[in-house]
């Protein structure tokens, strides 16, 4: 038995649209991240960009559980004392609706080059208008865990 290495070919890479619509938001996140990685492929390498691009529409419409809408709070800090900046969900929704999708993904990707590579392949819209139709990306069902 020979154990087989992916190799980077962008020619293969595949253009894939998610309606974030009433998606809970870390199963979104978890299901995007995998897409973007390629570890749903057979021949998946850890240290070689094998995955798809991902163009998530309806940023603004996506769902928390629980009552995470007013417990999860964003911070960021700018390096400065008393530079440390917080940002509930709730608001950072309506301000900014592609980061708080951006944010999860980047958070279930690897923190290393590929991870920042990999980052750049995800394009987050807050409606359901995007400029990719070019790229005739195809519809992702995404799976439902029902509870």
């Given at each position: 038995?020979?154990?087989?290495?992916?190799?980077?070919?962008?020619?293969?890479?595949?253009?894939?649209?998610?309606?974030?619509?009433?998606?809970?938001?870390?199963?979104?996140?978890?299901?995007?991240?995998?897409?973007?990685?390629?570890?749903?492929?057979?021949?998946?390498?850890?240290?070689?960009?094998?995955?798809?691009?991902?163009?998530?529409?309806?940023?603004?419409?996506?769902?928390?559980t629980g009552?995470?809408?007013?417990?999860?709070t964003y911070?960021?800090?700018?390096?400065?004392?008393?530079?440390?900046?917080?940002?509930?969900?709730?608001?950072?929704?309506?301000?900014?609706?592609?980061?708080?999708?951006?944010?999860?993904?980047?958070?279930?990707?690897?923190?290393?080059?590929?991870?920042?590579?990999?980052?750049?392949?995800?394009?987050?819209?807050?409606?359901?208008?995007?400029?990719?139709?070019?790229?005739?990306?195809?519809?992702?069902?995404?799976?439902?865990?029902?509870?």
């Amino acid at each position: 038995m020979k154990t087989v290495s992916g190799k980077f070919e962008p020619d293969k890479r595949k253009w894939i649209v998610v309606d974030a619509e009433n998606q809970v938001l870390g199963r979104l996140a978890s299901q995007v991240a995998v897409r973007i990685r390629g570890k749903h492929l057979p021949n998946f390498t850890p240290h070689v960009d094998l995955g798809d691009f991902v163009v998530v529409v309806n940023a603004d419409k996506v769902k928390l559980t629980g009552d995470k809408w007013n417990q999860k709070t964003y911070y960021r800090y700018s390096g400065y004392m008393g530079g440390l900046k917080s940002t509930p969900a709730r608001k950072l929704v309506q301000e900014n609706p592609e980061r708080l999708i951006r944010l999860a993904v980047w958070g279930m990707l690897p923190k290393n080059r590929l991870g920042r590579k990999l980052i750049k392949k995800l394009k987050v819209y807050p409606g359901t208008e995007h400029p990719h139709e070019a790229q005739q990306p195809a519809a992702l069902k995404l799976i439902e865990k029902n509870r």
